[in-house]
Each structure stands twice: as C-alpha cells, then as structure tokens.
C-alpha cells in the first residue's frame, strides 16, 4: 500500500472565454488547460514544462485556485480545494503558497522586506508582537541566506537573484506544504540560476517541502524533479520519472525538446541526430482537432488528426499520448 499523494489533480480544465464588440458577446473559447491529471508525493518535485503558451503557469495558478478552475478537481491531503467556502479555502492557504517568475513585478516596490515577508505572518495570525515580527523575519532571511540587517531596505535596493531569495522566504513564511514554484530562475543570471536551484532543493530537504517546478529550462527540471510531465496545448503529452524520461522519451514532443538541450562536446554535437519540428504552435483559441500535436508532428498519421490519443501507460510509471505504437528511436545524448 502507498501513502496517498500529498496534491492530487483530476481532470483540470480552466478556459478563459473571448469576448468581444460593444455587448462583449462571446465568440470563442481560449483552452488554456483542457484536461490535466496528476498526482505529487509528499516531499517530492514535480516539473512541469513545455514551450511557452502550453498552460503551465495556468495550471500552477488554477492549483492554488488564484484561477478559478473550469471543471476537475483538486485536492491537497485529501482536501478538494473546489468544494471550500472562501473562509475555509482561505485557512487551507497556508498549506500552499507560490514563488512567481518575476523577481521585479512580484515585490511591492512600496514596502520594505520586512513588511513583505511579514505580511503573510500578520494575515495568518502566526506573530503576536513587533519583536516576534522581527524575529521570525530575520530567521527566514537567513534560512534563504540574506543579511537580517538588510529587512529595513526596499525591493530596488536588491539584485534579482536576492530578489527572488526575498520570494522564496515570504513563500516559506508559512511553513506550507506544497510550494508551487512557476518558472523561478528563468529572469536570473545562468550563475545566480544555480544558486537559486541549490537553495530550493536545500529547502526542500530542510522542510520537507512538495515542489511543482514549472519551467522550459529541461536541463533545471532534471536537476530538481523526481517526475516530469510534458504539455502541449494545455494537454499533458508524457509523463515519467526524470531519468527514465531524459532515456526513453515516447513522445515526438518530449524527443523535439530533448533533442534541442546543447550538449557541450563538439564531437557529440557534431554527430547528433536532432528532432525539428516546423511551425508554430497553434492558438489555444482555436486548437487542432484529434491530436493537439499533428500539425508538427514528423509522425503523424490519418488517425492522428481526428482521434485524441489517451494518456496510456507505456511502461513502469511512463505515461505518454501518442498513436504510435512505437515511437522511433532517438539518440539524446
């Protein structure tokens, strides 16, 4: 028997609907996630990627509920999220917090640190004097390796990287459970990247902390995942461990974003067969029919452009949405 998962997901669509002209009528649907399932252990990451537009940061956002879902479900230990009163959902708050991507537009430029990283603390009730204030907001800043002394400065006073270490201590502050983490090292330095990347999984070891990692950075996501799911199109097209991904993707897609990582040996590079797709992608506005995939796909077939491909288990704990019985071959690495 396994422990129940610590977030499980069923199902997620969140559509956003486009209205126009003088009455806004509606006049389409934009699919941002149209059917997401998953679920992440306690104490483990789950990365999330895919090309920009995918839904990713969508569905880390309809997670926490800061999006309102369209349908499916989520439930945090059990919890379903979407069942809670306001008042209810709003204690559950504390289990679940977020790191955004922008380490510049995230931050109230008007507060000082130690009004940001408190905030939370006074919201939820956590500190009952200014010296307790103090206290647990020098601990944190230390926890994220900041200088205690710096709380009394303002967010422009800070490079990016600290900037983000500011984040991650408010989005600790709580001691939550599941940390959401949307793309948190893609507006840093490739150097302060690392040291970000280091202090999250230090953290994780630390607290215990349940990471969904979403990134496009596929070299990051290995790095810090036990699983990976790949989206297209607001759809998951593979799921897997990471090793097992990175060796044995099953999926044209994954094979396209693995096949584009840089590896730093000219000989191997050189010799490399590489996966190119042509086109864009599609509008979410008006997404392909059958498979979301066909339009790019080297593979595709008749059945490929009317009959969407169900998630099926491919081998132990792989999951991946392709017609194929067998996906050709590709070398990596």
Do not use: W
């Amino acid at each position: 028997m396994t422990a129940e998962p610590l977030l499980q997901v069923r199902d997620l669509k969140v559509h956003f609907a486009v209205r126009r002209g003088l009455l806004q009528r509606t006049v389409g649907t934009i699919k941002a996630v149209d059917g997401v399932s998953f679920d992440v252990a306690k104490g483990t990451t789950l990365g999330l990627v895919g090309e920009s537009g995918c839904g990713k940061s969508t569905t880390g956002r309809a997670l926490l509920r800061l999006v309102p879902p369209t349908s499916g479900s989520v439930r945090l230990g059990g919890i379903d999220l979407g069942a809670l009163s306001a008042g209810d959902l709003r204690k559950q708050r504390r289990r679940m917090q977020m790191i955004f991507q922008d380490p510049y537009a995230s931050l109230n430029p008007r507060m000082t640190i130690l009004d940001i990283v408190a905030e939370p603390l006074g919201v939820h009730g956590l500190v009952k004097t200014p010296r307790e204030r103090l206290e647990k907001v020098a601990h944190l800043m230390e926890t994220v390796g900041l200088e205690p002394s710096y709380m009394r400065r303002y967010p422009h006073e800070f490079s990016g990287g600290q900037r983000q270490r500011i984040g991650i201590a408010r989005a600790i502050s709580l001691s939550p459970e599941l940390v959401i983490a949307d793309e948190p090292v893609s507006a840093l330095d490739v150097s302060i990247q690392a040291q970000i990347v280091n202090l999250l999984t230090q953290l994780q070891s630390d607290l215990g902390l349940t990471y969904v990692f979403i990134a496009h950075d596929l070299a990051v996501v290995r790095h810090l995942s036990r699983e990976i799911a790949v989206m297209y199109l607001g759809r998951i097209v593979e799921r897997a461990p990471a090793e097992e991904l990175f060796a044995h993707p099953e999926h044209p897609y994954t094979q396209a974003l693995l096949s584009a990582i840089p590896i730093p040996d000219p000989k191997i590079e050189r010799k490399r067969k590489r996966l190119v797709l042509v086109g864009d992608v599609p509008s979410p506005l008006d997404p392909p029919t059958g498979c979301h995939f066909h339009t790019r796909c080297p593979y595709v077939m008749d059945r490929c452009r009317v009959e969407a491909p169900a998630l099926v288990e491919c081998g132990e704990g792989h999951f991946a949405a392709c017609h194929l019985e067998e996906v050709p071959a590709l070398e990596i690495a």
